[in-house]
T-cell receptor
Framework: GENVEQHPSTLSVQEGDSAVIKCTYSDSASNYFPWYKQELGKGPQLIIDIRSNVGEKKDQRIAVTLNKTAKHFSLHITETQPEDSAVYFCAANGAGNQFYFGTGTSLTVIP | DTAVSQTPKYLVTQMGNDKSIKCEQNLGHDTMYWYKQDSKKFLKIMFSYNNKELIINETVPNRFSPKSPDKAHLNLHINSLELGDSAVYFC?????????????FGAGTRLSVL
């Protein structure tokens, strides 16, 4: 089955700096890669996703890149703000139409 | 209006008890899921139902039994609760079970087994 690894597990940045979270996956058949943000006491919410026919996607301060050959994808947050502080999960779809989630990155943006 | 709602939000119970968690979605989606999030925040799928039929059943003890009375509801019943069942359980839904469909999550049910 699919195996998704995520790094780093914790990340602290100064407000205004950029944050980068990286994930690798194992199943070359995976073709959909969402990123979820989980705030304290809440469920994960989709913030951006990318499909395998695209190498990069941007949405304001958030961007995701995908390298299918190397089987890795990354989340980039620019001009970070304190409200970006949360746990971020990457995921990849696998057999049986289910998501395999990474282990999460706890991002802290220091004002 | 809450898209995916779970009840209760918190559940504290003794070992050996039987408990249920309810989930409802008002998005008109065909597919619903249950996930378990452990203390290290690891999210793992447990079950998935499409239009009331089970389509994913990961390696979960038989003590866990999902029930879907209709496609808007997916409840989780747990028998003989154990300490290791303590976790946050998330319900989610998506339009169809195909790959690439966004999953919408509920706020979670924090289960503590004493």
């Amino acid at each position: 089955g699919e195996n998704v690894e995520q790094h780093p597990s914790t990340l602290s940045v100064q407000e205004g700096d950029s944050a980068v979270i990286k994930c690798t996956y194992s199943d070359s058949a995976s073709n959909y890669f969402p990123w979820y943000k989980q705030e304290l006491g809440k469920g994960p919410q989709l913030i951006i996703d990318i499909r395998s026919n695209v190498g990069e996607k941007k949405d304001q301060r958030i961007a995701v890149t995908l390298n299918k050959t190397a089987k890795h994808f990354s989340l980039h947050i620019t001009e970070t703000q304190p409200e970006d502080s949360a746990v971020y999960f990457c995921a990849a779809n696998g057999a049986g139409n289910q998501f395999y989630f990474g282990t999460g990155t706890s991002l802290t943006v220091i004002p | 209006d809450t898209a995916v709602s779970q009840t209760p939000k918190y559940l504290v119970t003794q070992m050996g008890n039987d408990k249920s968690i309810k989930c409802e979605q008002n998005l008109g989606h065909d597919t619903m899921y249950w996930y378990k999030q452990d203390s290290k925040k690891f999210l793992k799928i447990m079950f998935s139902y499409n239009n009331k039929e089970l389509i994913i059943n990961e390696t979960v003890p038989n003590r866990f039994s999902p029930k879907s009375p209709d496609k808007a509801h997916l409840n989780l019943h747990i028998n003989s609760l154990e300490l290791g069942d303590s976790a946050v359980y998330f319900c989610a839904s998506s339009p169809v079970p195909g790959a690439g469909n966004i999953q919408y999550f509920g706020a979670g049910t924090r289960l503590s087994v004493l």
